[in-house]
Each structure stands twice: as C-alpha cells, then as structure tokens.
C-alpha cells in the first residue's frame, strides 16, 4: 500500500472524527432546543387522540381542532399551578425572614416530642439533631427563592417555545416525521414511515395511560389525606401521583414528601398520640395505593398501551436506569416500544424479534 493511500486513509479518518466532534458540540450546544422539540413531541402525541375525536366526531376544522386541544392543555397546566399557589403561600409565610425564628421554634418543638418518644422506648438515636444549627440552615433558604426567582425568565421563553412547537406538530403532524425520514436511506423510507405511525400510535396510548395511571393514585391520595384532615391535601396528592412518573425511586420521593406533610401539617398536636399515629395510617394507604398501582393498574396500562410484557418493561426500565439514571428509567418504555416497532419493521424474520413483537 503506497503512502499516498494511507496518508488519505488518515486524513478522512480525521476529517470523519472531526465531522462527529463538530456535530455533537452542535447538538451539545443546543440542547435546550432539542429538549423543546422532545417535550413539544410529546405534548402533541398526548393531545393527539383529542384532535382527531374534534375532528372526525365534532367536525372541527383542522386548526380550531388544535387551538381547542392547546386551550384545554394550557387551562390543565393553569389549574395545577393554581393548586400549588395555597402551598406555595403557606410554605413562603413559614420561609420568609420574619418567619424564621418562629419556624424553628415548630421544628425544634417537633424535634423535642420525637426525642421524648424515643427515648422513653430506650432509643437515642435522635439525640444528635438537638445540636443541629437550624438558624444559619433556614437563613440560605431566602438566596434559594432568589436564584429561582430569576430562572422564571427562561421558563417563560421555554415555555413560549414548546407552545409555538407544539402548534405546528400538532397541525401538521408529518413536520416532525418528514424531518427523521431525511436522514434515513430512500429504500427504506416506506418501511420507517409505516414505523412511525405505528409508533405514533402506541405512544399516544402510553401517555394517555400514564394519565390515566396518575388520575387513579391522585383520587386515591386526596380521599386518604382529607380523611385524615391534611392541610393542602390537593396539592400534596397531585406532587405524589406525579412523582410515580418516575419508576420506582418516584414513590419512595413520594413516600417520604407524603410523610413529612402529614407531620408538619399537625404541627402543634401531641406526637406520640396524634402525629405519629396519624402519618403512620396515612402511609399504609399510601403502600396499598402503590399496590394496587403496581399489581392492578400499571400491569393493564402498560399491557394495552405498549403490547410489551411486565416484564419486558421492568427490564427495560432497569437497563434505562443503569444507562443513564432517573431520565432513562423515564424513557426507557417509549423507547423500547420505539425500537420494537422498527426491528419489527425490518427484522420482522429474526426470532427474537419474532418473538418480542408478536402483539404489535
């Protein structure tokens, strides 16, 4: 082989690494475009079954479709702020300077009883928390609301630029797929493109599901803590049923978010006969309700949506979490139905695929 042939061999092999290098810095810079793009993706699947009931059963136009389907969207996303703003309220009056000495006074209160009850059981494992400086702990918390005071900037600009996204997948729906197809092979554009409505379709079932699996655990959270006489029962329900989005580790964030309000909302009750008692009956509903989600709910949601196994899911979700942690154990089941649609489509002969795809 002359040393021309390998110097050129070197050279675009350079030029090739160089090509990727670029490309990821590229996509590495715009990041937050491409996550725009993804979450406005993901909204028009979510609203795309409500489009084509206005369409096909009400006879809506196209483009009044879409701006009824974003309307009720954004009515949704404004109820639920407005849930959280009692809350928000209720947290900044205890958080705010002029609360602090009284805040402390209420945790240091609560710290007490705990040390008193444990300690008449021969446990001092709390001992330690009386040492803990909770003046100078509560006085970083003020320069926490500031820095996210100043990020709602950037929210609104996202927000503003997922909405315009999504208004335009949402009227044109092959925007987004003739956009993937420029990147693949014209031989097999036909096969992909019969993929992704394949996709399209699972999807839309799946995010619909998931709305469906949090609506259950949402109504089931309200009930338990308005029994029990939990302030702000709404909003904590709500924060909990939309922490099992993330599987597995969502519930136990749950969980522990659940426990803390039902105490803190007692504040003032004795703990050993009504605190503790209280926000131990919460949390045994709460594991029936995470139960009855894991046995019952997330089983038939996952099973109709995504034609996958329970199984199939759970590994997948593992392996999406050993990948790359909460925000692949996020995607790992719209991924993985993804890609089973496409080995279907072009391994459709290969066994395992076979096998894997057999209900798609």
Known sequence: MSPNVIANGILRALAILLGISLLLYFLFTIQSVILFIIIAGVLSLIGRPIIIFLRRRLKFPNTIAVVTTMFLMLSLLT??????IPLIIEQGKNLSLLEVEKLQANIQDIITQITTYFSSKGINILDELMNVDFSNQFKTIPDLFNSILGTLGNLSVGLFSVLFICFFFMKDSRILKNGILLFIPKNNETRFSDSLETINDLLSRYFIGLIFQITIL????TVVLLLFGISNA????????????????GPIIGALIMFTLSMTSNIGQDFQSYILPTSLKIMIWYFFAQLLDNFVSQPVIFSKTTKSHPLEIFLAIVIGGLLSGVIGMITAVPVYTALKVILKEFLSENKIVKSLTKNI
Do not use: E, M, R
């Open 79 to 84: 109820g639920i702020i407005v849930l959280f």
């Open 218 to 221: 949402f109504i089931i959270y």
């Open 234 to 249: 709404v909003v904590i329900a709500f924060l909990c049923a939309l922490l099992n989005l993330i599987p597995y580790v």
